[in-house]
C-alpha cells in the first residue's frame, strides 16, 4: 500500500489536483491511500474559530466560522 498526505497549498486549486493525477497514475497498481489537508488558508481559519470558541467568545468564533 502506497500512502500519500498533501498539504493544503498543493491542492489549493483545480489544476494542482489534477497535478497529482500522474502521480497516482504511477501506482494504479496498488492500493493508496491519500490524505487531503484542509485546502489554501482553511486551516488557519479553523484554528481562529477554535481559539476564539474556547477563550469563550462564542459570538466570535461563530462570526469567523461564517
Known amino acids: 500500500m502506497q500512502v500519500f498526505k498533501f498539504g493544503g497549498a498543493s491542492v489549493s486549486t483545480t489544476e494542482r489536483i489534477r497535478a497529482l493525477v500522474p502521480i497516482f497514475h504511477q501506482f494504479r497498481d496498488q492500493q493508496l491511500l491519500v490524505v487531503i489537508s484542509a485546502m489554501g488558508k482553511t486551516?488557519?481559519?479553523?484554528?481562529?474559530v477554535a481559539h476564539a470558541f474556547y477563550d469563550g467568545n462564542r459570538d466570535a468564533a461563530l462570526q469567523l466560522f461564517q
Open 43 to 48: 486551516t488557519n481559519a479553523l484554528e481562529m
